[in-house]
Structures are given as structure tokens and as C-alpha cells.
């Protein structure tokens, strides 16, 4: 049975005051540093993927939050200011739906003079428009979500009246604006588009871009995930050696998430992202706020800490860094490594309200 969205928990953040942060970059219980902010600019989304947002959920009826609710261009830009100044190297905008949220351009253009790597992961449907004011305003990179190339399979997985071509056309935007090479990220469900692994890493071969497959995950608490529906990446490399032999190839940093693979005729790279079957939680060095000014330590999280509550009441920007610090160096979520059929079930934030 599939329940309806309860809001998630948040530690209030006008407690009692943190600790002074002692200048030293923070690293948390597990001695992993503090790296990569992501931040969710809206909850809002103009697709349903199943295993994220599924319709029957997220409906009409569904209460996203109000615009008064969502912290402003200027309040996101303090908070990352006051990250990188915490040695955070790398940004990425997330939503729900990042490209839904007006004028995103401006923002871009507040964060890109923080000097971190900034980046944003799309569905792809609004790229072909907005990819070269994006550019121009200082974005890097983009990630594209792409789970199909056939139309059906794709409109089973996502519930959107939007064509595969939309996204080809906003990775092509995106790489002629400069933003290349595009990753692509396709979610593999087992029985629902696993027999479209190999064309896609057919289509992109020698394309420049890089496919990651990602083994579907018990985000949330509304996608009815089960193991059974997940293919491991051990059988999607399988699939796609079997057509185009590959060798693995080292991380470029620590932390990286996906696992990365070359093929050996030199057509490209691609990446697996398996948190079910071969957890990445000893390097994970990622921190997510919510569009609502929450912070959450781990993507499983089963509640967040607020930190609009400093923003709007006045809090200094120490204050706030302060709390930061301290959040993280307490911090000790390893999810992915302790995952069972019972804590699939425990309540968590939901995917959208943090971003991937
Ligand atoms: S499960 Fe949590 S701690 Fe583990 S890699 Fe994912 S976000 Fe990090």
C-alpha cells in the first residue's frame, strides 16, 4: 500500500547556539570531510518517475510547498557562500525538477563567483531552452536523467507527456552551449526498462557523454521498492561487456559515486551507481539542503535539520557556520552499508523534497 507524503521531521535550528567552529575543515564521525552541498531548489516537478515521484502520490491533490515556504535566490547563495568558506568544493542544483524554478539562470549567476565546481542535474525536458543562459551565467556541467530511448518505455518510467527526442535535444543544447561532456543518468527497474540498457550505451558510444546506471533505490517512503526490481550492476556491465567489452578504470576523486568503466575499443567511458549492492558510504562526503532550508547528512535521512529558521531570525553568518560545523562533525550516516528489508521501510525524506 502506498501512503500519502508526511512532511519530514526537522531539528529545529534556533536551539540551543553551536559550538565555535575551531577553523579546522570539518570531517565527520567517520573522519569523511565535507565536499559536496547539494542543493534542492524546488519540490516541484514536471514528471512523475515512478521510483521518485509516483503519481498516484504526488497528484493533484499533493501539497508542494508555498513560494513563501522556499528560501529565496539570495538566502541559497549565503548558505553556499558560507559552504565553500567550510571547504566545500563542488555544488550541484537538484529539485525535483531544478528547471522548473523561474529564472534558475540568476542564481547560477549569484553561486558561479563562489569559485566551486557548479553543476545541476535536469530532467532534460526545459535543457534545449535554457542550457546557453545557464552557460552564460557560469554553469559547468549538467547531468541529464534518461531512462529510456523508446517512447513507451520511457513514459511508463517517467508518467510525462514528454518525448525522448525533448531530451536528446536538451543534451545536444546543453553540449553545443558548452556544458559537454553531458552525463546521463538512467535508473535500471528491473522488468520495466532493464532491456533498455545496451541500446543506450549503444546511442551514446563515442558520443563524448558518459552513462551512469543507477541500481533503483529505497528513496523515500512512497516508490513500493523492492529488491526483486533491482538489477545489480554486476549484471549491467555484464549485458553492456557482452556487446562492447570494458575494462574499469580508476575514481578521479575520493567520493566519487559512480564506479567508472572504459570500453576498450576507446568509444567511451560509462559509470555504474550501485548503493544496493556495493555501498559507497566510506567516502561519502555529500550534504543536501533542502529548498526549504533544511539540511539532510545522508539521502536516506529520516529527518533534516532546519536552518531558515538562523536565515530569516537574524542568525549571523558565523552562527550559521557554526551549526554547520557541528552538524558535521557529528554526522555518522553509512544508509547504504546497514540497509535492510526492514529500514527500506523506516520513514525517510523523500527524494524530490532533497534531490538524488
Ligand atoms: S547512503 Fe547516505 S551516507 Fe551512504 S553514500 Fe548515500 S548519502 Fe552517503
Known amino acids: 500500500m502506498i501512503e500519502k507524503v508526511i512532511p ?26 565535507l565536499r559536496d552541498l547539494r542543493i534542492s531548489v524546488t519540490d516541484r516537478c514536471n514528471f512523475r518517475c515512478v521510483y521518485c515521484m509516483p503519481r498516484e502520490v504526488f497528484d493533484a491533490n499533493h501539497a508542494f510547498l508555498p513560494h513563501s515556504a522556499i528560501l529565496s535566490f539570495e538566502e541559497i547563495a549565503r548558505t553556499a557562500r558560507i559552504f565553500v568558506g567550510l571547504g566545500v568544493k ?8 531544478p528547471l522548473v524554478r523561474k529564472d534558475l539562470h540568476k542564481l547560477v549567476a549569484l553561486l558561479a563567483p563562489l569559485g566551486a565546481d557548479l553543476t545541476l542535474t535536469t530532467n532534460g525536458s526545459l535543457l ?27 513514459r511508463r518510467m517517467n508518467d510525462a507527456d514528454v518525448a525522448v527526442t525533448t531530451v536528446l535535444e536538451g543534451i545536444a543544447a546543453a553540449a553545443a552551449a558548452g556544458l559537454a561532456p553531458v552525463k546521463i543518468n538512467m535508473v535500471v527497474k528491473r522488468a520495466m526498462n532493464d532491456h533498455q540498457i545496451v541500446d543506450l550505451a549503444r546511442h551514446f558510444r563515442g558520443s563524448g ?23 545489480p550492476s554486476a549484471e549491467v556491465l555484464a549485458r553492456i561487456n557482452a556487446h562492447f567489452p570494458l575494462e574499469s578504470l580508476d575514481p578521479q576523486y575520493a567520493g566519487e559515486v559512480a ?11 560509462i559509470g555504474v551507481i550501485s548503493s ?21 547528512t545522508c539521502l536516506f535521512a529520516s529527518a533534516g535539520h532546519d536552518l531558515k529558521a538562523l536565515l530569516r531570525g537574524g542568525g549571523s553568518d558565523e552562527a550559521i557556520r557554526d551549526r554547520i560545523a557541528a552538524l558535521w562533525n557529528g554526522r555518522s550516516d ?8 526492514e529500514t527500506a521501510r523506516l520513514r525517510k525524506v523523500e527524494m524530490s523534497y532533497i534531490g538524488g
Not at 209 to 231: A, C, K, L, Q
Open 90 to 97: 563542488k555544488i550541484r542544483l537538484t529539485g525535483g525538477e
Open 334 to 341: 553509512r544508509y547504504s552499508e546497514i540497509r535492510t528489508a
Open 209 to 231: 557523454h558518459v552513462v551512469r546506471f543507477i541500481e533503483y533505490m529505497d528513496v523515500g517512503s512512497t516508490n513500493g521498492w523492492r529488491m526483486d526490481d533491482v538489477v
Open 259 to 269: 564506479a567508472r568503466w572504459r570500453y576498450r575499443d576507446g568509444a567511451g567511458e
Open 276 to 296: 544496493v549492492t556495493q555501498a559507497f558510504c566510506r567516502d561519502c562526503n555529500r550534504i543536501r539542503l533542502s529548498t526549504e532550508g533544511a539540511l539532510f
Open 128 to 154: 534545449a531552452r535554457q542550457a546557453p543562459k545557464l552557460r552564460e551565467a557560469g554553469l559547468q556541467r549538467v547531468t541529464v536523467s534518461l531512462d529510456s530511448l523508446d517512447d513507451a518505455t520511457f
Open 8 to 33: 519530514i521531521r526537522l531539528e529545529s535550528g534556533a536551539a540551543a547556539a553551536a559550538p565555535p567552529w575551531d577553523g579546522t575543515p570539518p570531517r565527520d564521525a567517520l573522519a569523511r570531510p
